[in-house]
């Protein structure tokens, strides 16, 4: 009974530190997140299908990158690793990078078609809170809407990055 109480509070601090985040995030960069929405609303689909590609093939290089890079230093040669790791660090944080501002543009159109009449930072905070929950339901939310949601998202970054309407 304890660990569930543990790992449930842990979950609870987890989706707190979360929304704070994502509200610094939508604050540093409310053009692109907006811009990411707007993809978003105007095809779903289409930013599914593009962050879905171009995850798993920026996913692969990265992967493959840290197992050369692995494999150099289990030979003791570090100057490879050196050269291979720094390649595989950037891609792992720019994945991140777009799929959290992807994940945001998520949230924050999740906070306003559930809470309109909120102010823009409790409808972020709100949209965390229902979307972590959401996703920490076991099998449906680990493997069909956290995958869905986070794709999307990343896709939607991707096409907003060469629409040229603002």
Sequence with gaps: MIEILRVALIILLLTLGFACY???????????????????????????????????FFGTIT????????????????????????PALFLTGLLLGV??????????????????????????????VILAFACAVPVLGWFLLFPAVALTGFGAFILGLFQRNP
């Excluded at 990158?65 to 720094?86: D, H, M, W």
């Excluded at 799929?99 to 905070?125: H, K, N, V």
């Design 22 to 56: 994502f509200l610094i995030l939508g604050a540093f960069f409310p053009r692109r997140v907006s811009k990411t929405m707007n993809v978003v609303q105007q095809m779903p689909g289409r930013a599914f299908g593009i962050g879905l590609v171009n995850f798993l």
């Design 63 to 86: 992967i493959l990158l840290f197992a050369v890079a692995e494999n150099f230093q289990k030979s003791g040669n570090n100057f490879p690793y050196t050269i291979l790791i720094i």
């Design 99 to 128: 799929l959290f501002i992807g994940l945001l543009a998520m949230i924050t159109l999740l906070g306003e078609q559930l809470f309109p009449d909120l102010s823009q930072w409790r409808r972020t905070f709100w949209g965390t």
